[in-house]
Structure formats: structure tokens, C-alpha cells
């Protein structure tokens, strides 16, 4: 389709146009004003459009009604305390709308995880009005996308075909296809304006494009002349909260390897480097002899990460992974999302005043203490509290720091001591009575064996500051 495209626009150049002559006083890409004022000579000419491309691709964008049931507490009046009486939560339901792309015939849709994020019901409505009840099967909300599978009763779906060779440049057309606003699909369009956008995610180089994209078009495609899907639109920077010409969009490559990795091992699984990045300013640069701001310094690694075992160091900048130049974190991590667990890739790496290749084999972060997740029970400050060891594994599908160690806590029963004594989800336990902990087994000894004391002493680590909890509560002996 793109090639048609690109045929016909220079078919009216040939034929509308007269050829230009170079000399000195008239450049070749400056028409006259009768050769501006061309009518067109043809009926192709005349009809010239996109429309094509959108009879192609729409089909396959659908609209993702959502709805969510919230609790909301009343608040005590007066009178209701003075008489002990507590009124009943209100319920009420919240509906929203995005969209979705249909990229396998068989009912596997692609959207915006923060679309669906928290739905009690999913529904797909396809552009002939055909409606589907979907199901999450995928999702991450750290690259934002998930996948939703519908039962089609074997009947194939219209779905578009995802941009394979990562074959897309600056200056690209595309077009936008959703539902912005919930008035029904539309098709915006414009040009990729920047590829690679680094600065907006923390796993993800986003497609840049002026493309009209507004609220409901989140999950909706942007597609190429050629009727493949480039990227799936997520958001857009926007001081009003409309459209300012600044997009983005995931980029296909990391779609495909979403749906890839879901098909095949039920989850979208993300290989993951094993050090700790940041971004090398042109100070640093300087000071390491590179020739300008590039890469991604490695400060910290992770035992027997994969970075560990290619032989990174700290101290070394990864300057490309495979075919891909590096420049901060989130492009690195954005590399590794497209990789599959073993792939093995070249690590272009600035060691020592010069370049070396390293051999990379990826893998997915491991579970690595077990998470032997423990429910506490005791005449202690935190029963009716769940917790579990802490492993990059547990950190990445909680999307938190993969190099915290240790007890965190997973959840607190309401009205439990846990809850009344103020101990939260993401509470890390680092001592209780002065006593270090460092496993769910030890830290449940240490309870039961100071089990029914009356002075607590409990410190707990949250966002790398260390407090003591003041300890109110203790459950009543039976």
C-alpha cells in the first residue's frame, strides 16, 4: 500500500508537473507560479487519498468499554458516633473508554494497560457493532500494554499485521485510528516526528508523532501506508488536555514481542540486565574520554545477573545492545523488552579508554530467595499481616526496586494489630526487638518467640528511610 502510495504522489509529479530545468537564477525545486496552479490531469490524480489505508486497517481497531465498581465510606456524622452507628459503604459504578487493536484473527486484541487497569467488565465493540465480552489475559503496566483475548466461536476477526523489520523513519507518514472522546472512530494524520523518545517512560522509547491523538484513542493504532501496525497510542503531552501535535505511541517491536511472549508463555515476560544504569552526562563523559554524552554507566550488578556473567563490570558504559545505540536507562530497558529470555546479543561497551563486545545471553529476573509468602498469625504487633521474601522476580511484577532484600509486607487484613498499629503494603521489616530479619521463617520465629510480651519494638525500611513503628495495638489471648 505504501508503495502505491508513494507511486501515485509521483505520478502527479510527472504528469501534473512540468519537468524543471537547473540554472543559476532558478533552483530545480522551485515551481513557477503556472506550473503551482497545475490542474490535475487525471481522474487518480483528482481522488488521490487515504482512504484505502483506513478501508484496510479500521476494521481491526475496536472500541474497550470498561466499568469498575467503587466503594466509597461514608463519612461518621454526630450523631452516628454518639449512637455507634456506622453507615453502610456506598457502591457506585465507573465506566470508561479506549481502544484496542485486533492483531490475531483468532480474538487477541492489544491495549493500553492503564486502560484496563482495575475492570470488573470488559467489552470490545468491533466497527460493524459486533460486541464481545474480553478477558485480560496479559498485562504490564510498566510498559503499558495488555492483552485481551475474545471468544469468536471460530469465526476470524479483521486484524492488522504488526510492523516487522522496525522499518519506520522520521518523517513517515501515519495514521491515528480510536475513539477520542467516545464520538466514534476517527482517523487523524500525520508524520512520525521523533523516534526513540526516552524521556517519557521508564521502559519504553516511544514513537513520536503529530497525529491528532486525544482522550479514548489510548490503545488505538498508528498504522503506515502500508497498512501495518507502527505503534499502539498511549498518551500525549498536553497543557489542556487536548491535542498539541505531541503523541506517543509504543513501538511495534515491543508490542509484537508482548504478544509474542503471552501466546507462548502466558505472560508478557521482560528480560532484565541485572545492573543498575544511569545516563552518562557530557561531564562524565568527558572525564572517561568518551566523545560525547552517550550510554548508560553500569553503578551497581546484581550477583549472577546476566550482566554479571557476560563479564560487565561497574564502571563500564554499555554503548549499544545489539543493533540498538544506547543513551540512558530507559532505552536500555526498552532494548531488553524486545528480546526474548536467552536471546544472546553484542554489548558494545567503553572500558578502560576503549570499545569492547561483550556477549550478553538475557534472561528474566529470578525468584531468588523463594517468596514464601506468609500470612502472621500471634499475640503480636503484626498480626493478620502478610509477607514475603523480596526477589528481583517479586520487585519486577510489583514494579519496585529489584535490588531491595528482605521481608516486605504483601498485605494487611483491615482491623487486624497489622492494621491498627499502621504497618502498610511495601513496609520492608527490618529488625523486631533489635533482632535482624532477613527471611519470612526467621521473621516468624522472631514473633512467636517473643510472642506475648507487652513492649514492642518493630523498624521498618520505606522508600530507603528507616522507621521505628510505634506499637499500640496487641491482639487479646484467648
Given at each position: 500500500?505504501?508503495?502505491?502510495?508513494l507511486?501515485?504522489?509521483?505520478?502527479?509529479?510527472?504528469m501534473g508537473?512540468?519537468?524543471?530545468i537547473?540554472?543559476?537564477?532558478s533552483?530545480m525545486?522551485?515551481?513557477?507560479s503556472?506550473?503551482?496552479?497545475?490542474?490535475?490531469?487525471?481522474?487518480t490524480?483528482?481522488?488521490?487519498?487515504?482512504?484505502p489505508?483506513?478501508?484496510?486497517?479500521?476494521p481491526?481497531?475496536?472500541?474497550?468499554?470498561?466499568?469498575?465498581?467503587v466503594?466509597?465510606?461514608?463519612?461518621?456524622?454526630?450523631?452516628?458516633?454518639?449512637?455507634g452507628?456506622?453507615r453502610?459503604?456506598r457502591?457506585?459504578?465507573?465506566?470508561?473508554?479506549?481502544?484496542?487493536?485486533?492483531?490475531?484473527?483468532?480474538?487477541?486484541?492489544v491495549?493500553?494497560?492503564?486502560?484496563?487497569?482495575?475492570?470488573?467488565?470488559?467489552?470490545?465493540?468491533?466497527t460493524?457493532?459486533?460486541?464481545f465480552?474480553a478477558?485480560?489475559?496479559?498485562?504490564?503496566?510498566?510498559?503499558?500494554?495488555?492483552i485481551?483475548?475474545?471468544?469468536?466461536?471460530?469465526?476470524?476477526?479483521?486484524s492488522?499485521?504488526i510492523?516487522q523489520?522496525?522499518?519506520i523513519?522520521?518523517g513517515?507518514?501515519?495514521?491515528?485510528?480510536?475513539?477520542?472522546?467516545?464520538?466514534?472512530?476517527?482517523?487523524?494524520?500525520?508524520?512520525?516526528?521523533a523516534?526513540?523518545?526516552?524521556?517519557?517512560?521508564?521502559?519504553?522509547?516511544?514513537?513520536?508523532?503529530d497525529?491528532?491523538?486525544?482522550?479514548?484513542?489510548?490503545?488505538?493504532?498508528?498504522?503506515n501506508?502500508?497498512?501495518?501496525?507502527?505503534?499502539?497510542?498511549?498518551?500525549?503531552?498536553s497543557?489542556?488536555?487536548?491535542?498539541?501535535?505531541?503523541?506517543?505511541?509504543?513501538?511495534?517491536?515491543?508490542?509484537?514481542?508482548?504478544?509474542?511472549?503471552?501466546?507462548?508463555?502466558?505472560?508478557?515476560?521482560?528480560p532484565?540486565?541485572?545492573?543498575r544504569?544511569?545516563?552518562?552526562d557530557?561531564?562524565?563523559?568527558?572525564?572517561?574520554?568518551?566523545?560525547?554524552?552517550?550510554?548508560?554507566i553500569?553503578?551497581e550488578?546484581?550477583?549472577?545477573g546476566?550482566?554479571?556473567?557476560?563479564?560487565?563490570?561497574?564502571?563500564?558504559?554499555?554503548l549499544?545492545?545489539?543493533?540498538?545505540e544506547?543513551?540512558?536507562e530507559?532505552?536500555?530497558?526498552?532494548?531488553?523488552?524486545?528480546?526474548?529470555?536467552g536471546?544472546?546479543?553484542?554489548?558494545?561497551?567503553?572500558?578502560?579508554?576503549?570499545?569492547?563486545?561483550?556477549?550478553?545471553?538475557?534472561d528474566?529476573?529470578?525468584?531468588?530467595?523463594?517468596?514464601?509468602?506468609?500470612?502472621?498469625?500471634?499475640?503480636?504487633?503484626?498480626?493478620?499481616a502478610?509477607?514475603?521474601?523480596?526477589?528481583?522476580?517479586?520487585a519486577?511484577e510489583?514494579?519496585?526496586?529489584?535490588?531491595?532484600?528482605?521481608?516486605?509486607?504483601l498485605?494487611v487484613?483491615?482491623?487486624s494489630?497489622?492494621?491498627?498499629?499502621?504497618?502498610?503494603?511495601?513496609?520492608?521489616?527490618?529488625?523486631?526487638?533489635?533482632?535482624?530479619?532477613?527471611?519470612?521463617?526467621?521473621?516468624?520465629?522472631?514473633?512467636?518467640?517473643e510472642?506475648?510480651?507487652e513492649?514492642?519494638?518493630?523498624?521498618?525500611?520505606?522508600n530507603?528511610r528507616l522507621?521505628?513503628?510505634?506499637?499500640?495495638?496487641?491482639?487479646r489471648?484467648?
Amino acid at each position: 500500500m505504501k508503495k502505491l502510495a508513494l507511486s501515485l504522489l509521483g505520478s502527479v509529479m510527472t504528469m501534473g508537473l512540468p519537468t524543471p530545468i537547473a540554472t543559476a537564477q532558478s533552483p530545480m525545486w522551485m515551481p513557477d507560479s503556472e506550473t503551482m496552479r497545475a490542474v490535475p490531469q487525471n481522474q487518480t490524480q483528482v481522488q488521490l487519498s487515504y482512504a484505502p489505508v483506513v478501508k484496510e486497517t479500521a476494521p481491526a481497531v475496536v472500541n474497550v468499554f470498561t466499568s469498575r465498581t467503587v466503594i466509597r465510606r461514608s463519612s461518621q456524622d454526630f450523631f452516628d458516633e454518639m449512637f455507634g452507628m456506622r453507615r453502610a459503604p456506598r457502591e457506585r459504578t465507573e465506566s470508561s473508554l479506549g481502544s484496542g487493536v485486533i492483531v490475531r484473527s483468532n480474538g487477541i486484541i492489544v491495549t493500553n494497560a492503564h486502560v484496563v487497569k482495575g475492570a470488573d467488565e470488559l467489552k470490545v465493540v468491533l466497527t460493524d457493532r459486533r460486541e464481545f465480552e474480553a478477558e485480560i489475559i496479559a498485562q504490564d503496566d510498566q510498559i503499558d500494554l495488555a492483552i485481551l483475548r475474545v471468544d469468536t466461536n471460530g469465526e476470524a476477526l479483521p486484524s492488522l499485521p504488526i510492523l516487522q523489520n522496525n522499518d519506520i523513519e522520521v518523517g513517515d507518514i501515519v495514521l491515528a485510528i480510536g475513539n477520542p472522546f467516545g464520538v466514534g472512530q476517527t482517523v487523524t494524520s500525520g508524520i512520525v516526528s521523533a523516534l526513540g523518545r526516552t524521556n517519557v517512560a521508564d521502559f519504553s522509547a516511544f514513537t513520536q508523532t503529530d497525529a491528532a491523538i486525544n482522550p479514548g484513542n489510548s490503545g488505538g493504532a498508528l498504522v503506515n501506508l502500508n497498512g501495518e501496525l507502527v505503534g499502539v497510542n498511549t498518551q500525549i503531552a498536553s497543557r489542556s488536555g487536548g491535542s498539541n501535535g505531541v503523541g506517543f505511541a509504543i513501538p511495534a517491536e515491543l508490542v509484537a514481542r508482548a504478544v509474542e511472549s503471552t501466546l507462548t508463555e502466558g505472560k508478557i515476560v521482560r528480560p532484565w540486565l541485572g545492573a543498575r544504569t544511569n545516563a552518562v552526562d557530557s561531564a562524565l563523559a568527558a572525564s572517561l574520554g568518551l566523545d560525547r554524552a552517550r550510554g548508560a554507566i553500569i553503578s551497581e550488578l546484581y550477583p549472577d545477573g546476566p550482566a554479571d556473567k557476560a563479564g560487565l563490570r561497574e564502571r563500564d558504559i554499555i554503548l549499544s545492545l545489539g543493533d540498538t545505540e544506547v543513551f540512558d536507562e530507559a532505552g536500555l530497558n526498552f532494548k531488553l523488552a524486545t528480546l526474548a529470555k536467552g536471546d544472546r546479543v553484542n554489548a558494545n561497551v567503553w572500558r578502560d579508554g576503549r570499545e569492547q563486545i561483550l556477549s550478553l545471553t538475557t534472561d528474566v529476573p529470578q525468584e531468588s530467595p523463594k517468596r514464601d509468602e506468609r500470612y502472621l498469625e500471634g499475640i503480636h504487633p503484626l498480626d493478620g499481616a502478610t509477607v514475603v521474601n523480596l526477589s528481583p522476580a517479586l520487585a519486577d511484577e510489583l514494579g519496585i526496586d529489584p535490588y531491595l532484600t528482605g521481608v516486605m509486607v504483601l498485605a494487611v487484613e483491615r482491623g487486624s494489630a497489622a492494621s491498627n498499629n499502621r504497618f502498610r503494603p511495601g513496609h520492608i521489616i527490618v529488625d523486631v526487638n533489635k533482632q535482624d530479619v532477613f527471611t519470612t521463617r526467621q521473621l516468624e520465629k522472631h514473633l512467636q518467640d517473643e510472642e506475648g510480651i507487652e513492649a514492642w519494638g518493630v523498624t521498618v525500611a520505606r522508600n530507603s528511610r528507616l522507621y521505628n513503628v510505634p506499637v499500640r495495638w496487641l491482639p487479646r489471648s484467648n
